[in-house]
Structures are given as structure tokens and as C-alpha cells.
């Protein structure tokens, strides 16, 4: 009678233990589901952050060169666009939708007439937040250039952007430069 109790104890136990192994299973796999979105989307945010930077300087360039809205054949939202193309943000194309405010609608700029806003969205599908309803997701970054003179300020057209790099930016002697902009090296070393 005692080693039937020992014996049934032991399978329960052991139910238990098979049944709290596949809970935890579960609970791992949806938090890492949730990493890899997570992580995904992010990546996606920083690639669309480069592209309306790129737009809003190109669009801040055609309006150093007198360019404006109201000229077709110079018109700053198409250059704004274009720019965002080239980073892989075709607007109206797989969810995209490329703006470019000029003065800026939000933010420290917002109504200056010299600054020109960019704001890049695109609905992204999810893979795991799935299980938890979201099917869907809308990623956004926005970026605002502001120049301070009619020709020139957009800071140049050399960029070396490694904050850390030894001789980011490295011009040796004797070595002419000739552009009709500056050179930018966001480098500390």
C-alpha cells in the first residue's frame, strides 16, 4: 500500500514537472517572438532615419539654390523624395509615405521658412507579436535641416560621421581640395 502511494506520487510529480517544462517553453519562445520584432523594427527605424536625413538635406539644397515649391521643375518635395528613394524609401510604394514640410508643421523649427522637415512612415507586418494580436506595425522617423544663408550653409558635402574613428577625415600634405563646400568630421579622435 505505501509503495503504491510512493509510485502514484512520483507520477504526478512527474506530470508537474512536464507541464511547468512546456509553460516555460512557451513564455521563452514568445519573449524571444517579441526580441526578434522588436529588433527587426528597430533596425528598420535606423535605415528610415539615414533616408529622411538624406531627404531633408537634399530638400534644404534645392532651397540654398532658389529652389521652392511653387517651380515644377524645381520642386523640393520631389528632391526630397528622390533623396529618400536612393535610401530605400520609394514613397508610395510598400507602405511608404515620404512628407516634406516646408516651414516644419512640429518641433523647434516649426513655421521657419529656411527649414525643411522630413517625416518618413511605413506599416511593417510582424512575425510573432502576431500571437499577440498586432499584426501590423507603423514605423516613423522624421528629420529637420535649417540653413542660415541663401547658398552653401548645408554644413558640406564631405562627410566623415564615425564619432570615433582615428583620421576619420585625413588630408595628407601637399594634398589640394578644391569644393564649393566645407568638409565635416564628426570624429573626437
Not at 538635406?57 to 532651397?63: C, P
Not at 520642386?75 to 528622390?82: F, G, I, K
Not at 512612415?121 to 499584426?135: A, E, H, K, N, V
Amino acid at each position: 500500500m505505501i509503495a503504491r502511494r510512493k509510485v502514484r506520487r512520483r507520477q504526478c510529480q512527474r506530470g508537474f514537472v512536464l507541464l511547468a517544462f512546456a509553460l516555460m517553453i512557451l513564455v521563452v519562445m514568445g519573449f524571444t517572438g517579441l526580441a526578434v520584432d522588436a529588433g527587426y523594427l528597430q533596425w528598420q527605424r535606423r535605415l528610415m532615419q539615414s533616408a529622411a536625413d538624406a531627404a531633408s538635406m537634399g530638400a534644404l539644397r534645392e532651397m540654398e539654390l532658389g529652389r521652392t515649391n511653387s517651380q515644377p521643375q524645381y520642386d523640393l518635395t520631389t528632391a526630397a523624395q528622390n533623396d529618400a528613394a536612393l535610401n530605400g524609401f520609394t514613397n508610395g510604394q510598400n507602405n511608404v509615405t515620404v512628407t516634406l514640410n516646408n516651414p516644419p508643421v512640429s518641433g523647434t523649427f516649426a513655421g521657419v521658412n529656411t527649414a525643411a522637415q522630413v517625416i518618413i512612415s511605413r506599416i511593417y507586418p510582424t512575425f510573432f507579436m502576431r500571437l499577440l494580436g498586432t499584426t501590423n506595425v507603423t514605423v516613423s522617423a522624421q528629420s529637420v535641416a535649417q540653413t542660415t544663408t541663401s547658398y552653401g550653409s548645408i554644413g558640406g558635402c564631405i562627410f566623415a560621421l564615425n564619432a570615433t574613428a582615428a583620421d576619420a577625415l585625413k588630408l595628407e600634405s601637399g594634398t589640394t581640395l578644391y569644393s564649393s563646400c566645407s568638409a565635416i568630421s564628426e570624429s573626437n579622435n
